[in-house]
């Protein structure tokens, strides 16, 4: 609601850096699903493969096994860019690895109607030293398709955002005097299509945040935001049936009001029917003060308060086993204490990984880029560095990535039976200041099936000690390093690859020999 972006259209030349020393992600290890803790010491897949459908509260894979969305809104497509921010900066393949190695498992494209206009031209993406080089001359769905297929090479799942109209503005109803609903709903069926038979894509966010005078139940077709989803929501599914359809709130029902797109309380009474059941999954957006100023922030009960506004809006369809809620978007600078105690309720509400596994509220973080001006992102503004306290809110909800399809594409699985697990690990320094060093290393599965597990050993070639380490645990004795991957990166896909980083002390010096061992 209200975001302003701030386009920072020239091209930045800095070399990939992973998280700075100082990095808490190695957090998200020790709150991993349990869940998923289980399926790999079991017989049965990791969760996530294939299409996803509902069972009341929760969003179930292709195998009935229940999966959370922890995942992050990468935007660009939906503004006169026509793609995804910060190609300016980064090859889109190293911020997706990134995003993975954050244990973040779903990415959030928002895109605008414009993208299907056949004079429409990506711009601002850097093609220098080896950048971005598969997407020259490439169109914005054509990018798209692109982001898509290396997302799932990583595990990471993709929901589709009908954000805007067209590139200048977000509008209030599904539909303006420029892009009629019979252009809505024809580009959702294009798209629906698109990735008919490609899992990664598990989803469809049908419109961007409807406020007044959109309406949920009111029975006027023209401004009746829960008749529109469901009009939608059944073009999509008679092209792709596999697909979730995302439905968001209103931002007026019976009088009381919300965030744009986060208001559901019509939701119990007026549910989204679609022709094919099992599919809707409710959406809210929720914001902090760095956005704009509501009610509750100046209840001298706040924070306490929070969990019953959130009840009253949009978490009853949760708790009272009505149908899964996916936290789309929720985002703040963190600049005032409000919005601290903000977040640390709203990440308490939503169910800790470690304590409820999958059976938990789904989320996408407001946002990867830096360039957001209401909340700013995930990374800082040099499109590199994690914003390590924001990312920090965050750990205790994230959970596992899923399946990836490896680089041949094809399948959701991993691997046949019998192959013997094999990797290799590549070490590279990616800052070293003389007193200290960061490095990452890149694990990558080099057998024939789906790794459950994976350790790298090294000996330093001095004095080195480790001081922190993000996305794997380690020990370490005198010079030799052991390095075990954590809950959420031990399970790769034939052809795909984790990483994990880490800070040392003193300067890096020669890069060690690594050995990489995999079960």
Same mark, same amino acid.
């Given at each position: 609601?209200?975001?302003?972006?701030?386009?920072?259209?020239?091209?930045?030349?800095?070399?990939?850096?992973?998280?700075?020393?100082?990095v808490?992600?190695?957090?998200?290890?020790?709150?991993?699903s349990?869940?998923?803790?289980s399926?790999?010491?079991?017989?049965?897949?990791?969760?996530?493969?294939?299409?996803?459908?509902?069972?009341?509260?929760?969003?179930?894979d292709a195998?009935?096994?229940?999966?959370?969305?922890?995942?992050?809104?990468?935007?660009?497509?939906?503004?006169?860019?026509?793609?995804?921010?910060?190609?300016?900066?980064?090859?889109?393949?190293?911020?997706?690895d990134?995003?993975?190695?954050l244990?973040?498992?779903?990415?959030?494209?928002?895109?605008s109607d414009d993208?299907?206009?056949?004079?429409t031209?990506?711009?601002?993406?850097?093609?220098?030293?080896g950048?971005?080089?598969?997407?020259?001359?490439?169109?914005?769905?054509?990018?798209?398709?692109?982001?898509?297929?290396?997302?799932?090479?990583?595990?990471l799942?993709?929901?589709?955002?009908?954000?805007?109209?067209?590139a200048?503005?977000?509008?209030a109803?599904?539909?303006?005097?420029?892009?009629p609903?019979?252009?809505?709903?024809?580009?959702?069926?294009?798209?629906?299509?698109?990735?008919?038979?490609?899992?990664?894509?598990?989803?469809?966010?049908?419109?961007?945040?409807?406020?007044?005078?959109?309406?949920?139940g009111?029975?006027?077709?023209?401004?009746?935001?829960?008749?529109?989803?469901?009009?939608?929501?059944?073009?999509?599914?008679?092209?792709?049936?596999?697909?979730?359809?995302?439905?968001?709130?209103?931002?007026?029902?019976?009088?009381?009001?919300?965030?744009?797109?986060?208001?559901l309380?019509?939701?119990?009474?007026?549910?989204?029917?679609?022709?094919?059941?099992?599919?809707?999954?409710?959406?809210?957006?929720?914001?902090?003060?760095?956005?704009?100023?509501?009610?509750?922030?100046?209840?001298?009960?706040?924070?306490?308060?929070?969990?019953?506004?959130?009840?009253?809006?949009?978490g009853?369809?949760?708790?009272?086993?009505?149908?899964?809620?996916?936290?789309?978007e929720?985002?703040?600078t963190l600049?005032?204490t409000?919005?601290?105690k903000?977040?640390?309720?709203?990440?308490?509400?939503?169910?800790?990984?470690?304590?409820?596994?999958?059976?938990?509220?789904?989320w996408?973080?407001?946002?990867?880029?830096?360039?957001?001006?209401?909340?700013?992102?995930?990374?800082?503004?040099?499109?590199?560095t994690?914003d390590?306290?924001?990312?920090?809110?965050?750990?205790?909800?994230?959970?596992?990535?899923?399946?990836?399809? $490896?680089? %041949?594409?094809?399948?959701?699985? !991993?691997? &046949?039976?019998?192959?013997?697990?094999?990797? *290799?690990? #590549?070490? @590279?320094?990616?800052s070293?200041?003389?007193s200290?060093?960061n490095?990452?290393?890149t694990?990558?599965?080099?057998g024939?099936?789906?790794?459950?597990?994976?350790?790298?050993?090294?000996?330093?070639?001095?004095?080195?000690q480790i001081?922190?380490?993000w996305?794997?645990?380690?020990?370490q004795?005198?010079?030799?390093?052991?390095?075990?991957?954590?809950?959420?990166?031990?399970?790769? $896909?034939? %052809?795909s690859?984790?990483?994990? !980083?880490? &800070?040392g002390?003193?300067?890096g010096?020669t *890069?060690p #020999?690594? @050995?990489?061992?995999?079960?």
């Amino acid at each position: 609601m209200f975001r302003s972006l701030r386009r920072a259209l020239g091209v930045v030349a800095a070399a990939l850096l992973l998280p700075l020393a100082g990095v808490q992600v190695a957090q998200a290890a020790d709150t991993a699903s349990t869940g998923a803790v289980s399926a790999a010491n079991s017989v049965a897949a990791a969760p996530g493969a294939g299409y996803w459908h509902t069972s009341g509260r929760q969003i179930l894979d292709a195998g009935g096994q229940p999966v959370r969305i922890a995942g992050i809104n990468w935007f660009g497509f939906e503004t006169a860019n026509y793609v995804v921010h910060g190609l300016w900066s980064r090859d889109y393949k190293s911020m997706i690895d990134q995003m993975k190695s954050l244990g973040y498992n779903t990415i959030r494209l928002p895109y605008s109607d414009d993208i299907f206009k056949s004079g429409t031209v990506p711009n601002s993406i850097d093609f220098s030293n080896g950048k971005n080089t598969d997407l020259q001359g490439l169109n914005s769905l054509q990018i798209m398709d692109k982001l898509v297929a290396y997302a799932g090479q990583d595990g990471l799942k993709v929901i589709l955002d009908r954000h805007r109209p067209d590139a200048s503005a977000q509008s209030a109803l599904w539909y303006t005097a420029a892009v009629p609903e019979s252009t809505w709903i024809a580009n959702l069926r294009a798209l629906a299509t698109r990735y008919a038979g490609q899992s990664t894509v598990i989803g469809i966010d049908l419109h961007n945040e409807p406020h007044d005078p959109a309406c949920w139940g009111c029975g006027d077709v023209a401004t009746d935001w829960r008749l529109a989803a469901e009009r939608a929501g059944d073009a999509v599914l008679s092209v792709n049936p596999d697909l979730l359809i995302f439905v968001e709130g209103v931002q007026t029902y019976n009088g009381v009001s919300g965030w744009w797109g986060g208001n559901l309380m019509g939701a119990g009474q007026y549910p989204v029917q679609l022709t094919v059941p099992d599919r809707v999954v409710y959406s809210a957006h929720d914001y902090a003060t760095s956005v704009a100023q509501q009610p509750w922030f100046s209840d001298p009960s706040f924070p306490a308060n929070m969990p019953g506004v959130w009840d009253k809006y949009w978490g009853y369809l949760f708790q009272q086993n009505i149908a899964p809620v996916w936290v789309g978007e929720f985002g703040t600078t963190l600049a005032s204490t409000v919005d601290q105690k903000w977040l640390t309720a709203l990440v308490n509400y939503l169910r800790p990984t470690s304590t409820y596994g999958a059976d938990s509220f789904s989320w996408t973080f407001w946002s990867w880029n830096p360039n957001s001006g209401d909340t700013g992102g995930i990374l800082k503004d040099d499109w590199q560095t994690v914003d390590t306290v924001k990312d920090g809110y965050l750990a205790s909800i994230k959970a596992p990535a899923f399946p990836g399809t $490896g680089t %041949g594409g094809g399948g959701d699985g !991993g691997g &046949g039976g019998g192959s013997t697990a094999a990797c *290799a690990a #590549t070490y @590279t320094t990616t800052s070293d200041w003389g007193s200290g060093f960061n490095a990452s290393v890149t694990v990558a599965n080099t057998g024939a099936s789906a790794l459950k597990s994976w350790q790298v050993k090294w000996t330093w070639p001095g004095s080195q000690q480790i001081t922190n380490m993000w996305n794997a645990t380690y020990t370490q004795t005198g010079t030799s390093v052991t390095a075990v991957n954590a809950d959420h990166n031990g399970s790769v $896909g034939a %052809g795909s690859s984790a990483s994990f !980083g880490f &800070g040392g002390a003193p300067g890096g010096g020669t *890069a060690p #020999t690594l @050995t990489c061992t995999a079960t």
